[in-house]
């Protein structure tokens, strides 16, 4: 593949005063300034209501540098230099009135900064602006695109439910080509998610076993140890599901259950990822009770400390049925996934932070050994760590030494952290760099995204119709609801219990 071109052009970010801004967007700027990937000419146009300069715009976002860029130990002069990029302007974005302010600017910045009208708009916003702020600025010709490039980013949540995906997709597409359209999902800019990618289609030794012929089930983890902090306004009319099943988790799926592309290229990947939302095996009202189990985290002692319950947060429905933990059971109908349960879980106050693919291949067709002494899951598994500890490990089984032939599962290992020289890209500097140079295959494209919410969309009926469906209460610091084992119907099989080291794990795990 040729190296892309990046080329001279401005970012603007609407909600440029709000906490992704400074936490996360800038800082990955900065960073990416830092490893000389901007281009020669570029800018940041900040835009929201907040009534901030140019230079107290720049002086907040050295703040958010300081405290969250990958790069430490930046000198005053360089952190200077790089705030120069930074404009701002403070306009109303919810009235079309205020747009041809934006667009002035944007010419003068074209002047000032040699920026070609190459722009991509960035809407770190509320939802409910993500279908006016691409007509204000189509109405202003913003969209247009003849010898430069227009594209703009758009956070999730994309969407409520199936009809309101379809209906922000459709209101897009009137000013908007696809290829101008970037669905952001931050789980797909980490590195671990891309090397699932070269571990499957790189090597020939996992590609032939790939399939419902070796693999028993796949299991995958984002555990969160945090509960819902100061976001229970948002989360209470959210849950586990919208937040983290429909995008995170069901992509992560995809990139597992994905055949080999044609070429690495957007379209060829994107493609066969949508293959694999097409084939989700559609769940019946039976499916969804027994399939499917959801929690909510209650009150707890954690280390001696109280844990509050998720009722008990601030801005939460004191009797909300929310759920704050999700575990479900799904197939795939094709030849290669055929009859392999894939098993998903997310949830917030578990005893760590962790995200994991694991592949559980089937044991050997005769136990010609003696028993080993591991209490469950005792197969061979492969453990791709998407955070943190970063890496890859296999768990296979060796001879004990000594004499007979006891057997015992051990551990061979590989952490990013041991690429000492290797520089590891935070998941937004690498999708801000991406879709600089007009590379979507880390997002998300609207075809897939209608797929999984259409797959999502019965169980959300479900609950909505059936308000006594179980919700299951489990403490703070716990790994959720102890009926969710039971979902893994296998004998002496059971989830793995991950720690925050790749090759930790156990039923019991550090808090």
């Not at 009534?51 to 703040?63: C, H, L």
């Not at 247009?144 to 439910?161: M, S």
């Not at 296999?394 to 032939?405: Q, R, W």
């Not at 997002?443 to 959300?460: M, N």
């Amino acid at each position: 593949m040729k190296p892309k071109i990046i080329k001279d052009q401005a970012l603007v970010i609407f909600g440029a005063s709000g906490d992704l801004t400074y936490r996360k967007l800038i800082p990955a700027i900065f960073d990416l300034h830092k490893q000389n990937s901007l281009p020669k000419n570029f800018a940041v146009l900040g835009v929201a209501r907040s009534p901030f300069t140019d230079d107290s715009f720049r002086e907040k976002m050295k703040d958010g540098i300081k405290q969250f860029a990958t790069a430490k130990d930046v000198s005053d002069e360089e952190l200077n230099t790089f705030c120069q990029k930074l404009h701002y302007l403070s306009i109303n974005t919810d009235d079309g009135k205020e747009y041809p302010k934006l667009k002035d600017r944007l010419d003068l910045l074209d002047k000032e900064e040699n920026t070609a009208g190459n722009y991509i708009f960035y809407l770190s916003t509320p939802p409910a602006l993500y279908p006016l702020i691409p007509k204000f600025l189509a109405e202003q010709g913003l969209n247009k695109e003849d010898d430069n490039f227009r594209r703009i980013i758009i956070e999730k949540p994309f969407g409520t439910d199936l009809e309101s995906a379809i209906s922000l997709n459709a209101s897009l597409r009137e000013d908007y080509d696809e290829e101008q359209i970037y669905r952001i999902d931050h789980y797909l800019g980490k590195e671990t998610v891309q090397n699932m990618l070269v571990t499957r289609f790189a090597n020939g030794i996992y590609e032939p076993l790939w399939n419902r012929n070796y693999i028993h089930h796949v299991e995958i983890t984002a555990a969160e140890s945090i509960g819902v902090e100061n976001r229970g306004g948002y989360y209470d009319h959210s849950g586990a599901l919208r937040d983290m099943v429909q995008n995170h988790l069901l992509q992560l799926v995809a990139l597992v259950a994905m055949e080999p592309p044609m070429s690495i290229d957007s379209v060829s990947i994107r493609n066969e990822k949508l293959k694999v939302f097409q084939a989700f095996r559609p769940m019946s009202n039976d499916d969804l009770f027994k399939n499917v189990i959801r929690g909510q985290y209650t009150a707890a002692n954690i280390k001696g400390k109280y844990a509050k319950g998720y009722r008990e947060e601030k801005d939460v429905d004191k009797d909300s049925r929310t759920e704050t933990y999700v575990a479900m059971k799904l197939f795939i109908d094709n030849w290669r996934w055929g009859d392999v349960p894939f098993y998903i879980r997310t949830g917030k106050r578990l005893p760590t932070r962790v995200s994991e693919v694991v592949i559980h291949f089937k044991p050997a067709p005769q136990r010609l050994f003696p028993e080993t002494t591991d209490l469950n899951n005792d197969d061979n598994q492969l453990v791709i760590r998407i955070q943190p500890d970063e890496g890859i490990l296999l768990k296979t089984k060796m001879k004990v030494p000594g004499s007979g032939y006891q057997v015992k599962n051990v551990n061979m290992d590989f952490h990013y952290s041991q690429l000492q020289d290797t520089y590891l890209p935070e998941a937004y500097e690498r999708l801000l760099l991406d879709c600089m140079v007009g590379d979507s295959t880390l997002y998300i494209r609207g075809d897939a995204l209608e797929a999984t919410w259409k797959f999502v969309q019965p169980l959300l009926d479900f609950w909505e119709k059936n308000p006594d469906a179980p919700l299951h209460g489990y403490p703070a610091g716990s790994w959720g609801p102890n009926c969710a084992d039971d979902l893994i119907e296998e004998k002496n099989l059971t989830w793995r219990y991950p720690c925050k080291n790749l090759s930790d794990d156990g039923i019991y795990c550090e808090l």
